[in-house]
Structure formats: structure tokens, C-alpha cells
């Protein structure tokens, strides 16, 4: 398998499998809010494939891409071929997932399965339905500082047959790198055999390690918000969950309920500037996304997450989240918590991240700031210890600073309606996810490293 490919490399051959391809007739990549934008800068000939690159992880001899990769197909007006569209879309993408493991693209890098895709129907401006796969391509390089890495000319190597370049570098590093044949195990053990097939050295010694080695690229794979049965999870780097018109997030949908949250024209704007060129973004007069319904059940603990960021400078008074109860705002409701700021007054540096939980009289508050200017986990934990309840605010996976107050006085919720990223500000947030108990310390740690294996 090639070693050192590049992400340039990387787009260039999904852009050839685009090309082979018998259903896809055009390519493109960048942000989200570049959809419809082809490669050459023509106009879109559906049916579509576009790439968004969403990170990079690098391991002691592997690279991951993460990318979501849109297939996508034009509606007709009468909307009668929805399903037509998503189950050609879903074939591309299942062909996609062949051609790294069996075919054109397997000697070039992996692809960890199981992978998931999401369909949709009537996004964009466009119109189109499909499906969104979340993909994860695994490149072998090791740490080597005495191994320059290829200038970015390898744009026209697609076209060069794969047997030109596998027998010169396959040849050398098997025996040099042994720990790079190691992680292409981690992904998947397909890289196995054609290890063993193609030059017929130790594929014995590959196979064996393997086994030890596949938990780190399973648990980035494995462990997330719904692995801890987290209520609800929105997720503004999945491209597949929002719909974006005019530049505005209108609808995010939970990844693990299905359920929606809407907002009214001029909702969050969609931010191409943020983590990962995907964000969720409070502007000033943003109108909130709610879950309309309030479909969740009451909870007497709960754990909060987001990932977020505050530039410091811009009008403080953005909000991340708000719970109340009853289906009403505040204060026609009863706030259960808040995060975010709403003391305007002295502008920065002053308090900006609150968490509240309170009844129409009695608060109970946490006003602490936390690092600005740089992407930020934290979280919000609240639970009954002994006769008090106990609110804790936690950083980059430290809990930070607390609070306490009496049992009689806190709120538990019934039937809470959620709203999130709205008011004035600038504040990104990229997820955000609620549990409907207290985590032990240990999952805490572990929701803490879904972030930081994420970002």
C-alpha cells in the first residue's frame, strides 16, 4: 500500500472514483455552505458528489481524514423521486466504501468500518436528496524526520497505474517500517491479506499485532454522546442533520432521536470561518432553535456538554442553551438552566458564561469565565448530594468551580423545551449534547476525549 499520501492526493482520487463512476457526473469540495460548487467553477450536473473535509488525527504511523461525503441528486418538482434518489445516492456511496477496501482505491489508504451514512430529502438550495456519509480515510506514514513528505504535484499521479508506485516503496519500508504495516491493521484488518498477497513477507508479524492495536481507531469510531445514552445530540459538523438556507442554520436534527430542532427565518448564521470550517454561530437578533414539541421526559440530574469558543471582543449576550419547562419560555416557564451570558454589563472582561438553575424566585448560579479566544470543551453537571444539589462547571475535562444549594429550592424539570445558539453575540459552538443524569467521572473523562479525539 502507497505510503505518504497527501489530503491533496486524497481528493484527487475521490474525484477519479467520481469520474469512473457511472451515476455521478460532477465533483466538489470545501465547506458546507459551498455546496452546489463545482471543482472547475462550471455548474453542477447532477448526480453529485461533494466533499467536506471535517479533521485531521494524527497517529504514531497513520493519518485520518475525517470527511463527509455528500451524494447527492436533483428533486423533481413534484418531489416523486425522493426515494429514487436516496437509494442511487446510497448505492454511490456503498461503491465508494468497495472501491477502498476491494477495488480502484485500495492501494492507496483505508477506510474504518462500520461506516454510517445519513439520508436526506429536499436540502439545499438546490433541492436535492441523498445521502451524507461520514468517512474516515487512514493514511500510513510513520514519524520519520528523515523522510521529506512529496511536494503537492501528486494532482496527476491518479492517473498513473497503482503497480508503479507499490512495488518501489512496498519493497523498502516493509522491513524498515514495520510499525506503519501495524496500523493499517488498526482501521481494518483487510489490509492484512493484501500485505500478505502482493510482496509475501511477514504478514504473520502484522497480523499478530494487530490484535492489540485496533482499540484507539475503534474507540474514535465507537465511543460518543449516545454510547452514554445521551437524550438528545446536535452536531454542526454533520452536514447530513442541517438544513442551511441563506446562509441561516433553519432545522438541526438530533442525531440519536431523530428529533428536530427548528428555528424562525434569520436563525443562527452558519459560519464557514469556524472549527473545522463548520460552526454553529450567535449573531445578534439570532432566532433560537428549538424543539418545538418539548418530546423529552423530566429529569431530576443532568450533564451538559459543548464544544465552544468566544472571541472575547465581539458584543457579549450570545446564548448556547436554554432549558425551561411547561412548553414556555422565561419567564413565562420555569428556567432550569442557561449557558451563556446575560449580564451585558461591564463589556469584556466581565461574566459570560453563566449556568443557572432556579424557580421564578430562587436562583442558584455559577458565573465564572473560562479560556477566550481558543475552542473550548466544557460541561455543566448537576446532581442532589446528601440534602443540597450540587452544580459543577468543567473545562477541558477538569471540573472548574462549583456550587451548592438547598434541595427545596432547585427546579425539577418536566417535559423541558430546549433552545439553542440564539441572542446577540458571537459565540461558535461546533456540538453540543445533554444527558438526563449525572455521569460518573469516568464517563465524564471519556465524553472529554470523544471531543478531543474529535477536534
Excluded at 482505491?105 to 483505508?110: A, C, I, T, V
Amino acid at each position: 500500500m502507497e505510503e505518504y499520501v497527501s489530503f491533496h492526493k486524497v481528493l484527487d482520487l475521490l474525484q477519479q472514483f467520481q469520474e469512473n463512476n457511472p451515476r455521478l457526473n460532477s465533483f466538489g469540495y470545501g465547506n458546507l455552505v459551498d455546496f452546489g460548487k463545482n471543482v472547475s467553477g462550471t455548474t453542477v450536473v447532477y448526480p453529485f458528489l461533494f466533499i467536506v473535509p471535517l479533521s485531521i488525527q494524527f497517529d504514531e504511523n497513520t493519518t485520518t481524514y475525517q470527511l463527509t461525503a455528500i451524494f447527492a441528486d436533483r428533486l423533481n418538482e413534484t418531489l416523486d423521486n425522493e426515494k429514487d434518489c436516496v437509494s442511487d445516492m446510497s448505492l454511490c456511496a456503498r461503491d465508494l466504501l468497495s472501491q477502498i477496501k476491494r477495488g480502484d482505491l485500495y492501494d492507496y489508504f483505508e477506510t474504518i468500518l462500520p461506516a454510517q451514512a445519513q439520508p436526506f430529502m429536499e436540502r439545499f438550495n438546490d433541492n436535492v436528496a441523498g445521502v451524507a456519509l461520514d468517512l474516515f480515510i487512514q493514511i500510513f506514514e510513520d514519524i520519520n524526520a528523515c523522510v521529506q513528505y512529496p511536494t503537492p504535484t501528486p494532482s496527476q499521479t491518479p492517473d498513473q497505474p497503482t503497480p508503479t508506485n507499490t512495488s518501489t516503496p512496498t519493497v523498502t519500508p516493509t522491513n524498515t517500517a514495520t510499525p506503519t504495516v501495524t496500523p493499517s491493521n488498526t482501521a481494518t484488518p483487510t489490509v492484512t491479506p493484501t500485505n500478505t498477497s502482493t510482496p509475501g513477507l511477514p504478514s504473520p508479524t502484522p497480523t499478530t499485532t494487530s490484535t492489540n492495536t485496533p482499540t484507539p481507531s475503534t474507540t474514535l469510531a465507537i465511543i460518543n454522546p449516545q454510547t452514554y445514552g445521551a437524550q438528545w445530540w446536535i452536531d454542526f459538523t454533520s452536514a447530513s442533520t442541517l438544513s442551511v438556507f441563506g446562509g441561516n442554520v433553519v432545522t438541526a436534527t438530533d442525531r440519536i432521536g431523530s428529533i428536530v430542532f427548528s428555528a424562525d427565518p434569520g436563525g443562527p448564521l452558519y459560519n464557514a470561518t469556524g472549527y473545522l470550517g463548520v460552526s454553529g454561530d450567535v449573531r445578534t437578533n439570532g432566532t433560537e432553535l428549538r424543539n418545538q414539541s418539548g418530546d423529552f421526559t423530566g429529569y431530576s440530574e443532568f450533564t451538559w456538554f459543548g464544544l465552544v469558543y468566544d472571541d472575547v471582543v465581539s458584543q457579549r449576550g450570545g446564548k448556547l442553551i436554554r432549558t425551561t419547562t411547561g412548553g414556555l419560555p422565561a419567564p413565562g416557564g420555569s428556567l432550569a438552566f442557561l449557558v451563556g451570558d446575560f449580564n451585558l454589563n461591564p463589556y469584556p472582561p466581565g461574566p459570560v458564561w453563566r449556568f443557572q438553575a432556579e424557580t421564578t424566585t430562587t436562583p442558584a448560579i455559577i458565573d465564572s469565565d473560562f479560556t477566550y479566544s481558543a475552542w473550548t470543551a466544557i460541561a455543566l453537571r448537576y446532581y442532589t448530594s446528601g440534602s443540597k444539589v450540587r452544580f459543577e462547571l468543567w473545562e477541558n475535562g477538569v471540573e472548574m468551580t462549583h456550587t451548592e444549594v438547598t434541595s427545596s429550592s432547585v427546579l425539577t424539570n418536566n417535559n423541558p423545551i430546549f433552545s439553542l445558539m440564539f441572542d446577540g453575540g458571537v459565540d461558535f459552538n461546533t456540538e453540543q449534547f445533554f444527558f438526563a443524569r449525572k455521569l460518573t467521572n469516568t464517563e465524564m473523562v471519556d465524553m472529554f476525549t470523544y471531543l478531543s479525539n474529535k477536534y
